[in-house]
């Protein structure tokens, strides 16, 4: 398979570029800053160097094409102020759906966020990231040409992953590894019977494959 993750250099996606290159699919990362190449060929990805802040659907389209699954893994991380949660959570996210749409390419997932919710009540950072985040889910889940999964994990530690998680459609909170959300995402790539479904995800006891493939057997 061919995959291109929006927020290529991301801690979440940088796992997950490893992950899928040791499987042997051909992955490709889209970056904002040319200096972060190095990282992405050093986990078996090809950098594409390209601002989603900036570019048009059509510039975005034309990396995704000839793609079987796009991942978007960006955000505006946690220094941001409320302004970019808006430009990059909910709209980079926006705009890579419709480059998908354009690009033909129907599997596509998303990293959100456990509580995204486009209502979601507060005047803090934290508070416009989960409305941005729940924003953007609700365009993508209203897109009929996409085949979409969204993930939505709940705190995130870099503790070593277990291979152990707990994925359904509420799971309550609790935390999960990076590594663990990278290792369900390659696993969901695969799955398209869980096209359609947003999933919660937290460490847990069933192991990753045996996880996903519970949901999407339901």
Do not use: C
Request: aromatic share 4%; charged share 25%.
């Amino acid at each position: 398979m061919r995959i291109v993750i929006a927020g290529g250099h991301g801690q979440i996606a940088l796992r997950l570029e490893r992950l899928l290159a040791a499987r042997g699919d051909e992955v490709a990362g889209i970056i904002r800053k040319a200096e972060q190449e190095g990282d992405l060929r050093e986990a078996g990805a090809e950098p594409i160097v390209l601002d989603l802040e900036s570019a048009s659907a059509g510039e975005v389209a034309e990396r995704l094409r000839g793609a079987d699954a796009a991942v978007f893994a960006a955000g505006a991380g946690p220094g941001s102020g409320a302004a970019r949660k808006e430009t990059v959570d909910k709209g980079a996210a926006v705009l890579f759906a419709d480059a998908a749409v354009q690009a033909g390419v129907r599997r596509f997932l998303v990293v959100s966020s456990m509580g995204a919710d486009p209502a979601h009540e507060g005047d803090d950072v934290f508070d416009a990231y989960q409305r941005a985040k729940g924003a953007a889910d609700a365009y993508v889940t209203g897109l009929d040409a996409l085949d979409w999964t969204i993930l939505r994990p709940g705190m995130l530690t870099n503790e070593r992953g277990t291979g152990l998680v707990r994925l359904e459609a509420h799971t309550g909170r609790g935390s999960v590894p990076r590594a663990d959300v990278a290792a369900v995402l390659a696993e969901l790539v695969e799955s398209p019977a869980t096209a359609g479904l947003t999933l919660e995800l937290i460490s847990g006891s069933a192991p990753v494959s045996v996880a996903v493939k519970s949901v999407a057997g339901n």
